[in-house]
């Protein structure tokens, strides 16, 4: 929608409203040179400010300034500077010139007369985007002179071509600012020319009314009159959807909007009751402060009062007024007084302590918080606060930094506050640089029992420091994660370094999962092994982590780690084989070098060893080993003992019984089949099947019944290699119940003996007793060779009846 003789138009601010189409140019000033752009957050590149030349004529700029808030910051321009007609120059400091939260730039004249002043610019994020006048020149002495939009160095943000223009104006606004329930809201006001839409027809343009607040939204519609004028109304009712607070009011004109507000209160006596119990604070952001530091000084209130800003002055310990000036809430209404640094953001302000014959001591902060409006104004409705801050004397420590850190122990998403000074020496900007050292987590190849060496964290930034020396730096170790990403590869240990030519400083700090529960019982090299036993012949291995590591980027050799091996009597062990030299006195007599490994730490103070324990070098015995660290001489000590295989199959402290057996019967006359049920499958996996074989422990037997005999011999000492070592006959091994050599192993037996009874009844008529000597007549047997199981773990005999030649009584 457009009106063919719509040119351009202009804004009407009425009761809180602003307003948003476009603004038509005043005049420029012909006699000036005007700032035309300012970048003061750059992505990439530098800050800078370009000046433009609006006039016909050459204008000489030598020796005038360009002043950040930061009046120390200033920058001269150089001899022989000349901008020409209708031309650019741009001009660049250093990345630190601008205050990204807020500054304002002056640009005054080799005579410090001021010639130009920005509006306070804000830019908290860094992009392409720079502060421009919307057309080159553009200066109306307001804040809507300036948008910004993609920056233009030393080109043109658009010029402004002259036309004949018809002025198109817009008003409205509510006819109170609270209202309660049951009132009428009224909302009028008027538009300099009716609108039209595009088309053949000019179909007008619709006033459009939107009133909206939390749960609620109304559209209303009206044209306006033949005078030009509109108003529309509705009724403030709860049972329409009206609640008690603020609502905002948005009216529409083809492309141009109003918005203003309105607050729904209980009662008008509310509002007297509230203006009764506000309250006001005054904060400044640190309690104390050195020349040459700048003071933010902002304020709180629960006051409603209407055009309302805190009216403030600062006196020194002597009582004198050294600043003075005005803030408000809303920071388009910011005032800027001499004496002070202007507002900085809505409700604050800034002020900068000088350092030449400073006064140290206490400062007071009053404020008034009043309406400015002085037809308005009433005293009454005034609300008083006041604050102190002290100024005490820089005192330099004897170093070349100092350097801290809020904390010592942080969580993954904690903001880390680094502050600091140079103290003997000032530079534009020293290296910052942020290592992590070590991890409190490790990642292992289940495969190869190898360590994977991580990724460490790594951040390196340049900081500008102030005036005074002093510098802050904050930053996160994850500034953006996604939902169940894994972040424990940033617990660990780290170092934060600041450094310049003439020296540096250091910092220690931990990441944690759990700050508040963290106890740190780490060693300085941490040593840990993967089992306190070993078996002679298997592998070793050893790790570690160097706390506080300092990683060698060219040369890392240097930080090797050394193990020595100490034997059970205390000798360290030597490269040379020990059986070779009988009776060598070690680091006397030995031909070679102590028995030493050596590491090779990682980026972050990891390291590890692995190692055969031969019995060529090693014995059954307890072991220590002592580790180095070469660059800190740090050492540890860890011990592990050596021991025979039977330890690990059976521990030497188990008690068992040396030989257990049981009773059982079988009806089964084939002995093979009897073994088959006794026989477990496997390694145990599938028990015995037991189906012929009774083991209930009864002992009576019936005739044709098979004896089954089943039992286990049980190791209760371990088996050891002696101390030879050498020889074959080093394989001997004990039981508590046999001792046998491996190469008779044919003879690995059990003897069974089952005597006779005392009396024995074959058949109701024939019995046989033993004579004095044991020896039965009437009858007799030989047992058969025994049979076992393949476990060894049961076995049963047979035997065949004897015969009887002596005489026998019926």
Request: contains cysteine; hydrophobic residues 30%; aromatic residues 10%.
């Amino acid at each position: 929608m457009k009106n063919p003789l719509l040119f351009g138009l202009m804004a009407i601010l009425l009761l809180g409203g602003t307003i948003s189409p476009a603004l038509s140019q005043n005049s420029l000033d012909s006699n000036s040179i005007v700032i035309n752009e300012v970048e003061i957050n750059p992505l990439n590149g530098a800050e800078y400010v370009e000046l433009y030349n609006p006039t016909s004529q050459s204008i000489d700029i030598s020796g005038w300034s360009l002043i950040p808030s930061a009046t120390w910051k200033k920058y001269v321009i150089a001899p022989n500077t000349i901008i020409e007609p209708q031309k650019f120059l741009s001009f660049s400091h250093h990345n630190s010139w601008f205050i990204n939260f807020g500054d304002v730039i002056s640009l005054a004249n080799s005579s410090d007369k001021l010639i130009d002043k920005t509006p306070l610019l804000i830019d908290n994020v860094g992009d392409a985007k720079s502060w421009q006048r919307s057309t080159d020149g553009l200066d109306t002495n307001s804040v809507s002179d300036w948008e910004s939009k993609t920056m233009t160095p030393n080109s043109s943000n658009g010029k402004f071509i002259e036309t004949n223009e018809t002025i198109f104006s817009f008003t409205g606004k509510t006819d109170k600012t609270n209202y309660t329930f049951d009132d009428t809201l009224k909302i009028s006001g008027s538009v300099s020319e009716s609108l039209f839409k595009d088309n053949s027809s000019y179909t007008p343009e619709i006033i459009k009314v939107q009133i909206q607040g939390d749960n609620y939204l109304e559209i209303l519609t009206v044209y306006p009159d033949r005078d030009l004028n509109f108003s529309t109304t509705t009724n403030i009712k709860k049972t329409l959807g009206f609640a008690l607070g603020t609502y905002d009011v948005k009216i529409s004109y083809g492309d141009n909007s109003i918005q203003t507000e309105f607050v729904i209160i209980d009662n008008l006596a509310t509002l007297s009751n509230e203006n009764e119990s506000a309250s006001l604070e005054i904060l400044t952001d640190k309690k104390s402060y050195i020349p040459g530091e700048t003071v933010i000084i902002s304020a709180n209130t629960n006051s409603s009062l209407e055009y309302a800003g805190l009216d403030y002055i600062v006196l020194d310990p002597s009582g004198k007024q050294i600043f003075d000036g005005t803030i408000f809430q809303n920071s388009q209404f910011s005032i800027v007084h001499k004496s002070g640094g202007g507002q900085i953001y809505p409700f604050s302000t800034q002020i900068l302590l000088q350092g030449v014959n400073p006064v140290y001591g206490e400062y007071e902060v009053q404020g008034i918080f009043k309406s400015q409006d002085p037809l308005n104004s009433n005293s009454d409705d005034n609300i008083t606060a006041n604050t102190t801050f002290q100024l005490i004397e820089d005192v330099k420590e004897d170093s070349y930094f100092s350097l801290s850190i809020d904390k010592e122990v942080y969580s993954v998403g904690d903001t880390i506050t680094v502050t600091g000074r140079s103290n003997q020496i000032w530079t534009e900007n020293i290296a910052l640089q942020v290592q992590q050292t070590g991890v409190l987590s490790r990642a292992a190849d289940s495969h190869k029992d190898q360590y994977i060496r991580p990724d460490p964290f790594s951040l390196n930034q340049n900081i500008y420091l102030n005036g005074d020396g002093t510098f802050e730096f904050k930053f996160k170790l994850v500034n953006n994660s996604n939902s169940g990403e894994d972040l424990s590869r940033f617990f660990g240990d780290y170092k934060l370094t600041v450094s310049e030519y003439f020296g540096n400083a250091s910092v220690n700090f931990k990441v944690v999962d759990d700050p508040e529960s963290f106890v740190d019982v780490r060693t300085p090299l941490g040593l840990q092994m993967d089992d306190s036993q070993y078996v002679l012949g298997t592998a070793i291995s050893i790790t570690g982590k160097i706390l506080d590591y300092e990683h060698k980027a060219s040369n890392n050799s240097y930080n090797s780690v050394k193990f020595t091996f100490i034997d059970p009597e205390g000798n360290p062990m030597m490269s040379e084989d020990r059986r070779t030299t009988s009776g060598f006195q070690y680091e006397a007599t030995a031909p070679n070098k102590k028995l030493t490994l050596t590491a090779i730490p990682d980026a972050i103070g990891n390291f590890q060893i692995s190692a055969i324990l031969t019995p060529i070098q090693f014995d059954i015995g307890k072991y220590s080993v002592v580790v180095i660290h070469s660059i800190s001489k740090i050492s540890e000590t860890i011990e592990f003992e050596i021991v025979t295989a039977q330890s690990e199959i059976l521990p030497s402290d188990e008690v068992q019984e040396p030989l257990t057996f049981e009773i059982c019967s079988s009806t089964r006359n084939d002995i093979s089949e009897i073994i088959k049920d006794l026989k477990q499958i496997g390694n145990g996996e599938i028990p015995p099947s037991m189906e012929s074989v009774d083991c209930d422990g009864t002992s009576d037997f019936v005739t044709g019944e098979k004896l089954v005999i089943r039992g286990k011999v049980n190791f209760n000492n371990p088996t050891y290699l002696d101390n030879s070592s050498v020889t074959t006959s080093g394989q001997t091994q004990t039981g508590s119940s046999y001792t046998t050599n491996y190469v008779t192993a044919q003879n690995n037996y059990v003897e069974l003996s089952i005597p006779y009874p005392q009396t024995l009844i074959v058949s109701s008529s024939y019995q046989t007793i033993p004579d004095s000597d044991e020896d039965y007549h009437g009858g007799g047997g030989s047992g058969g060779g025994g049979v076992t199981s393949r476990d060894g773990t049961s076995g049963i005999g047979s035997g065949t009846g004897g015969t009887d030649n002596r005489e026998t009584s019926p």
